[in-house]
């Protein structure tokens, strides 16, 4: 079994800054991407930026420049610094880790989310 623990939302003002954070653990071999994925008010899920194990990142264009994601493979967490924050940024935040490969015999590779961190932004 495999658990992600997201924390680092809150509260601020626009053009603030947060950093959040997502830890895996249980048994894993290894994890293949990590993401941070955002649900807004009335909206759908969007993926915000992703990181592979070998550090290749990418990002929605809403969010370049400001935000960098970020990884520690030895401790299976990945970051996310968000600057610059705006009011259309509000949004539950969702950390994936996608492709693990457990440690377990018999398995499967599969994804594993956590269980969101609330991020809003104040005009």
């Known amino acids: 079994q495999v658990q992600l623990v997201e924390s680092g939302g809150g509260l601020v003002q626009a053009g603030g800054s947060l950093r959040l954070s997502c830890a895996a653990s249980?048994?894993?071999?290894?994890?293949?991407?990590m993401n941070w994925y955002r649900q807004g008010p009335g909206k759908q899920r969007e993926l915000v930026a992703g990181i592979t194990s070998g550090g290749v990142t990418n990002y929605a264009d809403s969010v370049k420049g400001r935000f960098t994601i970020s990884r520690d493979n030895a401790k299976n967490t990945v970051y996310l610094q968000m600057n610059s924050l705006k009011p259309e940024d509000t949004a539950v935040y969702y950390c994936a880790a996608l492709s693990v490969v457990s440690t377990k015999v018999g398995i499967p590779i599969d994804d594993y989310w956590g269980q969101g961190t609330q991020v809003t932004v104040s005009s």
């Open positions: 249980g048994s894993i071999f290894s994890i293949n991407a």
